[in-house]
Structure formats: structure tokens, C-alpha cells
T-cell receptor, first 114, second 114 residues
Framework: GDSVTQMEGPVTLSEEAFLTINCTYT??????LFWYVQYPGEGLQLLLK?????DKGSNKGFEATYRKETTSFHLEKGSVQVSDSAVYFC?????????????FGDGTTLTVKP | KAGVTQTPRYLIKTRGQQVTLSCSPI?????VSWYQQTPGQGLQFLFE???????NKGNFPGRFSGRQFSNSRSEMNVSTLELGDSALYLC?????????????FGPGTRLTVT
């Protein structure tokens, strides 16, 4: 079945450092890929998405490129801020199967120190 | 446009009781999915409803059930509560069913079973 593997956390960075959170996936079809962010006490918010190979999703300085050859969708940001501290989830949704279901990674907790 | 709303936000129940959680999707969204989030198991898919029909179901016992009304609002019910049902229950809405669409999450209902 579908699965998502995320880089284990927690990750602690200083403000303005470069961020990479690794994500790889296994899917039988042609999935769309997503990054969601969860702040304390809240639900998940969509951060960015990519729907086909070589697409780059971007939002609020975060970027991720859909790499079909390496089945990866790594999240990057050039300069993190304290306000980026949150839990980040990589997810996939397969357009051919599993209607309405997203498969999530375990989440990576990011703490940014001033 | 108003986001996904879930009620109640917090709930404390006793083992053996039953509970009903409610979710109102974003206006115009017809697909509603439910997820259980726990520290140990992460985000697990419960089920998805579209046009009042259950389209997909995760690997949860029959104690977990749901329904969707004609206005797309959805409820989930858990009967004979167990301590292990303590979790954050997240509802997500999507414009339509089928994979590949991003989901918009509500803030969740925090259920504690004592």
C-alpha cells in the first residue's frame, strides 16, 4: 500500500539557518504530494503541493520538488524564523485509488531558536 | 470563506460511553474525511464521505461510524469508548472526492477517555 517516510525529528535550528526535511514515498499509482504544517493546538494547514513529476510547490519561502525518479519530496527553506516552529507532515494522495484518503508521514517537529 | 469547523473542541468521556463529533466543511466542499491523531500512531484515516455515501474506510473497528448529511455536514460516532480512543479527531474537507485534491483541516476535537 501507499506509505510516506519522513526524516525523524526533532529538528532544532537557529534563526536564519537552512532547513531540509526529507520525505520519501511509496505509491502504486500517480500520487499528488503535499506538505502540511501543524501549530500547537491547531489542525493541519496545507503548506504546499505538487501534482506531477518535476513540479515545484512553494509557499511562504518553503519549497519542495516532486522527484519521481527518487520518489522524494523534500521540504526546504533558505532562512527559517522562530515563527516556523511547528510540526511538518509530508503526505500523498493517490488519484487512482483510495478516494478521500491522504497518507501521512509521522511528522517532523521543528524548533527554531532566536 | 469560513474554514472547517468542528464541535465540540474538547470532550471528556468515561469508558463504555459513546460520543458524537460534528464537522462542518468549507462551503461548497462535498467530501469530508475523518482522521485520528495520536502520539503513538500518528495520523490515521478513519473514513471519507461524499454526497452522503461512505466512499472509503480505514482499518478501524466497527465501533467507529459516521454519516454525512445533505448539506455536507458530517458526524462521527464512537460507541463503547476505550481508553485507547483518546486522541485528537480531525475532520478535513475537500472540493470533491478522488485522490489528488488537497484537504482543508478543522482544528480538531480533543477526546479524552477516562
Amino acid at each position: 500500500g501507499d506509505s510516506v517516510t519522513q526524516m525523524e525529528g526533532p529538528v532544532t535550528l537557529s534563526e536564519e539557518a537552512f532547513l531540509t526535511i526529507n520525505c520519501t514515498y511509496t505509491a502504486t499509482g500517480y500520487p499528488s504530494l503535499f506538505w502540511y504544517v501543524q501549530y500547537p493546538g491547531e489542525g493541519l494547514q496545507l503548506l504546499l503541493k505538487a501534482t506531477k513529476a518535476d513540479d515545484k510547490g512553494s509557499n511562504k519561502g518553503f519549497e519542495a520538488t516532486y522527484r519521481k525518479e527518487t520518489t522524494s519530496f523534500h521540504l526546504e527553506k533558505g532562512s527559517v524564523q522562530v515563527s516556523d516552529s511547528a510540526v511538518y507532515f509530508c503526505a500523498l494522495s493517490d488519484s487512482n485509488t483510495n478516494a478521500g484518503k491522504s497518507t501521512f508521514g509521522d511528522g517532523t517537529t521543528l524548533t527554531v531558536k532566536p | 470563506k469560513a474554514g472547517v469547523t468542528q464541535t465540540p473542541r474538547y470532550l471528556i468521556k468515561t469508558r463504555g460511553q459513546q460520543v458524537t463529533l460534528s464537522c462542518s466543511p468549507i462551503s461548497g466542499h462535498r467530501s469530508v474525511s475523518w482522521y485520528q491523531q495520536t502520539p503513538g500512531q500518528g495520523l490515521q484515516f478513519l473514513f471519507e464521505y461524499f454526497s452522503e455515501t461512505q466512499r472509503n474506510k480505514g482499518n478501524f473497528p466497527g465501533r467507529f461510524s459516521g454519516r454525512q448529511f445533505s448539506n455536507s455536514r458530517s458526524e462521527m460516532n464512537v460507541s463503547t469508548l476505550e481508553l485507547g480512543d483518546s486522541a485528537l479527531y480531525l475532520c478535513a474537507s475537500s472540493l470533491t472526492s478522488g485522490g489528488g485534491y488537497e484537504q482543508y483541516f478543522g482544528p480538531g476535537t480533543r477526546l479524552t477517555v477516562t
